[in-house]
């Protein structure tokens, strides 16, 4: 473990060339804010997308979604690997390397564009086949086609922005990456109306106006994101900053980020397999979950901009070897966020019956959700110690036991307790959800032993 350093005298980096600022006594909620409303603003861009093409054409809705569907699944490996990024960037200007953050930055920035771009020739050579492969229905695989080939083309930007996004988070300008979401959302919506309603709809471009308008907006905020890194960051990205080539934080960043994409494809297709077994208890219950995840989706968001607040803050002080602090700083804004997510999950339970009611009248849809959504009030108890304790751990440098337990107990308490509950024991929807819920608190409870054991110390990625 590095040295021990008080708190009041640790010196964290805003940037290279900028004011240095303690990121490490900065306020969970000051971070946490703005990341709580770009998540939002992506949440929301989905369902404002969904609502503008459910007027123009149902097939349209589903064409879309089955092709977000299949490259939602393919970018997992570069979004994986801005969060490796964040680590380490996190961890070296909280040691105040300030001198190879250059180098981290290009290093981080050229590794995910490489990789996009690779997915953007899977993506648009092997559009068709991928999507023969899901069993998309024959009447939306064209549309699903000219969608995939349009925007997958240009998946590299997403690459980049989510790279930058992190830099910026870890660098304490979390309110960077909610401006560039909201202009992103912006263009976004108003290229649909222009294709779909406005002045251009005279082209019946259709899916493909659809297309073009995420394109364009994928491409402006990565332009964006360029001009604020060099801007309020005051980073730079250069070829001779991999001469001679840094091999060591290339290898920091597949240690970090290999683990956390293996969890989390795990965890797709662990979702893939509960889904099929929802499919086989019903319309009803198929419906209902849909609706319940919507609305339990902004509880989890609330958690989930806790903990990457909480996680920017676990890696500056890791870097400057301060773990005392750090474990301190998580319990706190754990405390936060139980808080935080009781209220909005209990909030959303006492407004489940009029919430509901707002997608249908079917009185049985709406009277099983209200079941599932007190079964996640549960839930979101275990969900909110993960969050904020693994993702904390994560940045402490600590990524195997968390990815090794998440694959561990998904597969063995999740998917197994959701067939048997579920399924064989006939408890339906509600065995199911009772099988995540038992999941995440299982793991909650692991996790937190883990962090007051303190087996997290001491796997900092600065020497």
Same mark, same amino acid.
């Given at each position: 473990?590095?040295? &021990?350093? @008080?708190?009041?005298?640790?010196?964290?980096?805003?940037?290279?060339?900028?004011?240095?600022?303690?990121?490490?006594?900065?306020?969970?909620?000051?971070?946490?804010?703005?990341?709580?409303?770009?998540?939002?603003?992506?949440?929301?861009?989905?369902?404002?997308?969904?609502?503008?093409?459910?007027?123009?054409?149902?097939?349209?809705?589903?064409?879309?979604?089955? %092709?977000?569907?299949?490259?939602?699944?393919?970018?997992?490996?570069?979004?994986?690997?801005?969060?490796?990024?964040?680590?380490?960037?996190?961890?070296?200007?909280?040691?105040? &390397?300030?001198?190879?953050?250059? *180098?981290?930055?290009?290093?981080?920035?050229?590794?995910?564009?490489?990789?996009?771009?690779?997915?953007?020739?899977?993506?648009?050579? =092997?559009?068709?086949?991928?999507?023969?492969?899901?069993?998309?229905?024959?009447?939306?695989?064209?549309?699903?086609? $000219?969608?995939?080939?349009?925007?997958?083309?240009?998946?590299?930007?997403?690459?980049?922005?989510?790279?930058?996004?992190?830099?910026?988070?870890?660098?304490?300008?979390?309110?960077?990456?909610?401006?560039?979401?909201?202009?992103?959302?912006?263009?976004?919506?108003?290229?649909?109306?222009? =294709?779909?309603?406005?002045?251009?709809?005279?082209?019946?471009?259709?899916?493909?106006?659809? %297309?073009? !308008?995420?394109?364009?907006?994928?491409?402006?905020?990565?332009?964006?994101?360029?001009?604020?890194?060099?801007?309020?960051?005051?980073? &730079?990205?250069?070829?001779?900053?991999?001469?001679?080539?840094?091999?060591?934080?290339?290898?920091?960043?597949?240690?970090?980020?290999?683990?956390?994409?293996?969890?989390?494809?795990?965890?797709?297709?662990?979702?893939?397999?509960?889904?099929?077994?929802?499919?086989?208890?019903?319309?009803?219950?198929? *419906?209902?979950?849909?609706?319940?995840?919507?609305?339990?989706?902004?509880?989890?968001? =609330?958690?989930?901009?806790?903990?990457?607040?909480?996680?920017?803050?676990?890696?500056?002080?890791?870097?400057?070897?301060?773990?005392?602090?750090?474990?301190?700083?998580?319990?706190?804004?754990?405390?936060?966020?139980?808080?935080?997510?009781?209220?909005?999950?209990?909030?959303?339970?006492?407004?489940?019956?009029?919430?509901? $009611?707002?997608?249908?009248?079917?009185?049985?849809?709406? !009277?099983?959700?209200?079941?599932?959504?007190?079964?996640?009030?549960?839930?979101?108890?275990?969900?909110?110690?993960?969050?904020?304790?693994?993702?904390?751990?994560? %940045? %402490?440098?600590?990524?195997?036991?968390?990815?090794?337990?998440?694959?561990?107990?998904?597969?063995?308490?999740?998917?197994?307790?959701?067939?048997?509950?579920?399924?064989?024991?006939?408890?339906?929807?509600?065995?199911?959800?009772?099988?995540?819920?038992?999941?995440?608190?299982?793991?909650?409870?692991?996790?937190?032993?883990?962090?007051?054991?303190?087996?997290? $110390?001491? @796997?900092?990625?600065?020497?």
């Amino acid at each position: 473990m590095g040295g &021990k350093i @008080k708190s009041k005298e640790i010196t964290l980096g805003q940037g290279t060339g900028t004011s240095r600022t303690n990121i490490a006594n900065y306020s969970v909620i000051r971070l946490a804010w703005p990341i709580f409303l770009q998540m939002l603003l992506a949440m929301s861009l989905g369902y404002a997308d969904t609502a503008m093409m459910s007027h123009f054409s149902d097939v349209a809705v589903g064409a879309v979604g089955n %092709a977000n569907q299949v490259m939602g699944f393919l970018t997992l490996a570069f979004t994986i690997i801005s969060s490796a990024s964040g680590v380490i960037v996190a961890q070296y200007l909280g040691a105040q &390397k300030h001198d190879e953050m250059d *180098t981290i930055y290009t290093v981080s920035v050229g590794f995910n564009l490489s990789l996009s771009i690779i997915i953007c020739l899977i993506v648009t050579i =092997f559009s068709s086949f991928l999507l023969k492969v899901m069993h998309v229905p024959e009447v939306m695989i064209a549309e699903s086609n $000219r969608y995939m080939k349009i925007v997958g083309i240009f998946l590299f930007t997403d690459a980049v922005t989510n790279v930058f996004a992190s830099i910026f988070h870890c660098n304490g300008n979390t309110i960077l990456g909610l401006v560039i979401m909201f202009g992103m959302n912006f263009i976004n919506i108003f290229g649909n109306y222009l =294709f779909l309603y406005g002045p251009l709809s005279f082209l019946n471009l259709g899916v493909a106006g659809v %297309a073009i !308008a995420t394109s364009a907006s994928r491409i402006v905020g990565m332009i964006t994101s360029y001009i604020l890194f060099r801007k309020v960051i005051k980073g &730079k990205i250069a070829i001779r900053y991999l001469k001679p080539f840094p091999k060591d934080i290339f290898v920091k960043l597949i240690k970090l980020g290999i683990p956390s994409a293996g969890e989390n494809i795990s965890y797709n297709i662990a979702q893939i397999i509960i889904t099929i077994f929802v499919n086989t208890l019903g319309a009803v219950s198929i *419906t209902t979950k849909i609706y319940c995840n919507i609305l339990c989706g902004f509880s989890m968001i =609330f958690s989930n901009s806790l903990a990457r607040a909480t996680s920017i803050i676990t890696g500056h002080c890791v870097g400057a070897g301060d773990y005392d602090y750090a474990y301190r700083r998580v319990l706190k804004s754990l405390v936060i966020a139980m808080i935080a997510s009781t209220l909005v999950a209990g909030l959303n339970l006492a407004l489940s019956p009029f919430t509901l $009611r707002f997608f249908t009248e079917n009185q049985e849809i709406i !009277a099983l959700g209200k079941r599932i959504i007190l079964v996640a009030f549960f839930l979101e108890f275990g969900r909110c110690v993960n969050l904020v304790i693994i993702q904390s751990m994560r %940045a %402490a440098g600590d990524v195997v036991f968390p990815t090794v337990l998440g694959i561990g107990s998904m597969w063995g308490i999740s998917v197994v307790f959701a067939w048997l509950l579920g399924i064989f024991f006939k408890f339906g929807l509600v065995g199911v959800w009772w099988a995540m819920a038992a999941d995440e608190i299982f793991r909650a409870v692991v996790v937190l032993i883990r962090w007051k054991v303190g087996s997290w $110390r001491g @796997k900092s990625v600065v020497e």
